[in-house]
């Protein structure tokens, strides 16, 4: 059972920066898998934001952003991080970490059937 633990939010000004942490276990090792973070403000649908799939460590992220998000990990300590730059208010929300085996889309939620108890961003103006 793969459990998912999620750190690092927290509240900031437009333009700062935060680092999600995603801290994973009971992973096999020789599985692959689409690890993503989504985020859900209040009123809207969850959207996939950044994710990658281990296999390849291919990395993907939502348009909106592109050139200011990074999705990486470390294999050592099984954690995926999201280094989040340049924020902007509308980046608020409940950011979730997720994983899933293939198959699976790594920016679409359906599929992911592991889930971190999120942790909130803010970003004021």
């Known amino acids: 059972q793969v459990q998912l633990v999620e750190s690092g939010g927290g509240s900031v000004q437009a333009g700062g920066s935060l680092r999600l942490s995603c801290a994973a276990s009971g992973y096999t090792s020789s599985s692959y898998y689409c690890m993503g973070w989504f985020r859900q403000a209040p009123g809207m649908q969850r959207e996939g934001v950044a994710g990658l799939y281990t296999r390849y460590d291919s990395t993907y992220y939502a348009d909106s952003v592109k050139g200011r998000f990074t999705v990486s990990r470390d294999k050592a300590s099984n954690t995926l991080y999201l280094q989040m730059n340049t924020l902007k208010p509308e980046d608020t929300a409940m950011y979730y970490c997720?994983?899933?085996?293939?198959?699976?889309?790594?920016?679409?939620?359906?599929?992911?059937?592991?889930w971190g108890q999120g942790t909130q961003v803010t970003v004021s103006s």
């Open positions: 997720a994983a899933a085996r293939p198959p699976c889309t790594v920016l679409a939620d359906r599929g992911y059937n592991y």
